[in-house]
């Protein structure tokens, strides 16, 4: 077998900055396997912002063990469908699909794509890794003018391979709760396509300074388009897409999962969203994307050593009103 080469290092800064793809992003890598077997992602669609007062769990934290007050973004997750079981085999030109098992009860998925008509793939004798296809039930969100379901590849990982075949074929053609996947405490990360920009300037889309002001035409532009060459090369900063693209924002901690989303609603609901009406889920920070987007989670990839929390403990969480009434 060949040796199986490794992607160039180093940072590009995200170019090309062109506009994603698809609005349901993709995940190439996934985290180390555990004890047991579990999915390893779910996704979920944004709401809005809030901020809640939490007992600091950081302990080198100047605040630790004192409320501060904490910006947390919520996200709507209703339950997700298991539609099919995808087998993979490893070649030397990396991970290949082998052969898939379908469920009968995947109607919705017909606004979506074809259904496959043969549900059952061929006997796997043997197999390298297991994922499955799951996709969103966003019918069951009011936020939300989607009724499409988005569907999306989530890696099994825990235990033996073996395990991992009888983890999904117990789940196959069910649905699967964010309390499945996820607990409170927890580190994930959230990948998403952030909010487009439209079409703008150097200076907007890459901080480049403004010329001096006697400069002969402009002051908006770059000093030059490089070298003497006969092609400009795609290191110079130049006007183009800004906004929309694939990001991941690393060591998101979960906050907590509920139930009633009475709890975390603000008076007169979310702003350009409304009242979550499903469970849902508050993670520390802010995440990619603009309201409505959907969101990626997955558990964290570069999270190896740090704090264990079991449980954050939350004394208050806004629900005052975002529209300044």
Do not use: C
Request: no cysteine; charged share 30%; aromatic share 8%.
């Amino acid at each position: 077998m060949v040796q199986h080469s490794k992607p160039k290092r180093g940072s590009h800064a995200f170019s090309p900055r062109k506009r994603a793809s698809r609005e349901t992003p993709r995940i190439k890598s996934w985290p180390r396997d555990g004890d047991k077997p579990s999915l390893q992602g779910f996704a979920g669609y944004k709401a809005g912002m809030t901020h809640v007062l939490v007992v600091d769990y950081r302990p080198t934290s100047t605040t630790s063990g004192q409320e501060v007050f904490v910006p947390v973004t919520v996200l709507e997750t209703p339950p997700m469908k298991i539609a099919a079981i995808r087998f993979y085999e490893y070649t030397p030109y990396g991970f290949k699909t082998k052969t898939e098992i379908w469920a009968d009860n995947v109607e919705e998925l017909k606004a979506r794509m074809p259904i496959p008509k043969k549900k059952k793939g061929k006997e796997v004798d043997s197999f390298d890794d297991i994922r499955v296809l799951a996709y969103t039930e966003p019918w069951k969100i009011t936020g939300i003018p989607k009724k499409v379901p988005d569907i999306m590849e989530i890696r099994i990982g825990g235990g033996d391979l073996q395990q991992r075949l009888e983890y999904a074929q117990s789940i196959l053609g069910k649905e699967i709760s964010i309390k499945d996947v996820f607990k409170e405490g927890e580190m994930i990360d959230a990948i998403a396509v952030t909010k487009g920009k439209g079409f703008q300037g150097a200076v907007k889309r890459w901080g480049v300074k403004l010329l001096h002001h006697k400069n002969r035409k402009h002051r908006r532009m770059i000093g030059t388009l490089g070298p003497w060459l006969s092609w400009v090369r795609p290191t110079v900063p130049q006007a183009g897409q800004m906004g929309y693209h694939k990001r991941t924002e690393y060591n998101k901690r979960i906050l907590k999962i509920g139930e009633n989303g009475e709890e975390i609603t603000p008076s007169g609901g979310f702003p350009h969203y409304g009242i979550v009406r499903n469970e849902y889920v508050l993670l520390h920070g802010s995440v990619p994307g603009s309201v409505k987007r959907l969101i990626r989670m997955r558990q964290a990839v570069r999270y190896l050593k740090g704090v264990k929390v079991e449980k954050p403990e939350i004394t208050y969480i806004s629900t005052t009103s975002k529209q300044g009434v």
